[in-house]
Each structure stands twice: as C-alpha cells, then as structure tokens.
C-alpha cells in the first residue's frame, strides 16, 4: 500500500457507532437524536477502518484516543439555537485544546466529522467556513438538509471557502429509527399550547 492509500480518507463504522452512541445519548435527555464525532484525518484511514470495523464489538472505551471531541444535541437543555451536535464537538476540540495548554486549531482542514444526520445548512455552512476535510452522515435531512438535500453548502458554490466532501446513508436505517422514536413522544421543552399527544 503506498503512502497517498495509507492517508486517504476512508469511511470507518467504529467511528459512526461512537456518533450513535452520542445520539442515543441525546435521545435520553430529550432532544433531537443526533450525535457526532470529529476524528484527526488520519485516523479515519484505511488501516484504522479494517481494524476497527473488524472488531464488531469494538468497545468505545477503545476509541478513546483516536476521537478528538464528541457532540450531541443539547439546544433544549442549554436553550440555545446553536446547541447542534456538530456545533458541540468544535466548542468540546477548542475548550479541550486550552484545558491543555495547546494552541487550538485555526481551522477543521485536519478533521473528518461522522454525524448521524445530514448537516442542517447552518452546521454545513460552519463547517465549510472552518473547513472541515470530510463528513460521513447517516440519514438525510429532509428539512434542512446542507448537504445536497435541501442546500449544497458543501459544494461551497458561491463562497471563496473550499468544498468539502459529504458522503451519506451510512446506518441511515439505523439514524431513522432514532428520529422516528423522538417524534413519536410528545416534546417537553415545546411550549404547552403547542404540545400534541401522539397517538
């Protein structure tokens, strides 16, 4: 295997199950189940991929040391529009960065996001403005979707920031079942004359 296979980007499921775990997470407190994880690029290569994903029960634990920050929804507990999962995770890398003394990260160019849903088109354009190298998402977002469903903010098409890639459907089945368990509570955090009782 030559250098440039060794470092491409490739999609590895270890890392989307730890974004599903955060959503599961997510769904527990209440919110909207989605959760992700930002991994170093060159942690989401080829190598790490055959031997983490060959290892099904691979333990989060594990993981540990390869994810650079975890986020999950929050915008009911924080009440704060912003409170996304993506938005989560870069807040967790730079606060983890300064916890630790280091210089935080001018930009997401050295990072690779698994997201349990498509990028709403806010969270896609933050992360084309700090321009992440690669999402990998699991089901599409069929009402916000900035990803290529509703908006291809990735596509960068009227911006100076670089393009960046998405790649979706992985676990979608798995990303909708979680969706289709939130909605089909009634929300809490939704002002009382506005909550409906599912039926």
């Given at each position: 295997m030559g250098d440039a296979e060794k470092s491409a980007v490739v999609y590895c499921d270890a890392f989307m199950r730890a974004a599903f775990a955060e959503a599961r997470r997510a769904l527990a407190e209440g919110e909207?189940?989605?959760?992700c994880v930002l991994v170093p690029?060159?942690?989401?290569?080829?190598?790490?991929?055959?031997?983490?994903?060959?290892?099904?029960?691979q333990s989060e634990a594990s993981l540990g040391h390869?994810?650079?920050?975890?986020?999950?929804n929050a915008t009911n507990k924080a009440h704060?529009?912003?409170?996304?999962?993506?938005?989560v995770a870069v807040k967790a890398l730079l606060r983890d960065a300064a916890a630790k003394g280091q210089k935080p990260p001018t930009s997401l160019a050295g990072y690779v996001l698994y997201v349990v849903v498509e990028p709403c088109i806010m969270c896609a354009a933050m992360l084309l403005y700090n321009r992440i190298r690669k999402v990998y998402f699991?089901?599409?977002?069929?009402?916000?979707?900035?990803?290529?469903?509703?908006?291809?903010?990735?596509?960068?098409?009227?911006?100076?920031a670089p393009a960046y890639e998405s790649c979706g459907g992985h676990r979608a089945?798995?990303?909708?079942?979680?969706?289709?368990?939130?909605?089909s509570r009634e929300n809490?955090?939704?002002?009382?004359?506005?909550?409906?009782?599912k039926v």
């Open positions: 909207v189940p989605v959760g690029a060159e942690a989401s290569c080829a190598a790490n991929a055959e031997r983490l994903d060959s290892s099904d029960g390869l994810i650079a920050a975890r986020g999950r704060h529009a912003l409170a996304h999962a993506e938005f699991g089901c599409a977002n069929h009402r916000f979707g900035g990803n290529g469903t509703i908006l291809a903010v990735h596509a960068a098409a009227s911006t100076s089945d798995e990303a909708v079942a979680l969706l289709q368990e939130f909605y809490s955090a939704a002002p009382s004359h506005k909550r409906r009782r």
